[in-house]
C-alpha cells in the first residue's frame, strides 16, 4: 500500500490532469451533444464553440486548483493565468475546429452515424474523440510548461 501512495504522490499531477481532463472532455462532450439536439447537427462549429467555452472555464478552475495547485485568487494572479489559460485554449480549440473541418467537410465523416445503446454516434463526435487526444496533449504542454510554470518551478 505505501508503494501505490509513492507513486501516487510521485505522479499526482499527471493523473490529478488525466482525471480533471476526463471530466472537462465529458462536459465538452455533453454541452456538444446537448447542443446538437437543441440547435441542429449543420450549427456543429457554433455547437463546439458553446461546448468549448463551457468546458474552459471548468478546466481553468480545476486546472488551477487541483492539478497544478495555484491557490492564490489575487487580482494579478488570476488574470496573468486566465488569459495565458484561455489563449492557450484558443490555440488547442483552433486545432480542434480545424480538425473538425477537415473530418467532416473534407474526409466526409459527417455522413456517418451509428446507435449505441440508444445513442446516436455521428460522424462528427468520433472526430471530436480522434482531436480530443490532440488537444489534451497541447493543453498539458502549455498549462504545464506555460501557465502555471513558475508554480512548478518552485516545487521542484
Known amino acids: 500500500m505505501n508503494k501505490i501512495k509513492q507513486l501516487f504522490v510521485k505522479y499526482k499531477e ?24 437543441f440547435l441542429g447537427e449543420r450549427l456543429y462549429l457554433l455547437n463546439n464553440a458553446i461546448a468549448w467555452v463551457v468546458s474552459v472555464l471548468f478546466a481553468y478552475i480545476t486546472n488551477k486548483l487541483w492539478v497544478f495547485e495555484s491557490k492564490s485568487w489575487a487580482p494579478k ?5 486566465s488569459v495565458e489559460f484561455v489563449a492557450a485554449r484558443l490555440f488547442s480549440f483552433g486545432v480542434e475546429e480545424g480538425g473538425l473541418l477537415l473530418f467532416v467537410d473534407v474526409l466526409g465523416f459527417g455522413k456517418y452515424s451509428f446507435t ?15 482531436l480530443s487526444v490532440i488537444v489534451v496533449i497541447l493543453n ?9 510554470a ?6 521542484q
Not at 14 to 32: K, Q
Not at 77 to 81: F, R, T
Not at 140 to 148: A, D, E, Q, R, T
Request: hydrophobic residues 60%.
Open 116 to 130: 449505441v445503446f440508444g445513442f446516436e454516434i455521428t460522424g462528427q463526435l468520433i472526430a471530436k474523440v480522434i
Open 140 to 148: 498539458y504542454f502549455f498549462s504545464k510548461f506555460v501557465i502555471f
Open 77 to 81: 494572479v488570476v488574470v496573468k493565468e
Open 14 to 37: 499527471i493523473i490529478t490532469y488525466v482525471v480533471f481532463g476526463v471530466l472537462t472532455t465529458l462536459v465538452n462532450f455533453a454541452a456538444f451533444w446537448i447542443l446538437s439536439r
Open 150 to 155: 513558475k508554480k512548478n518551478k518552485k516545487k
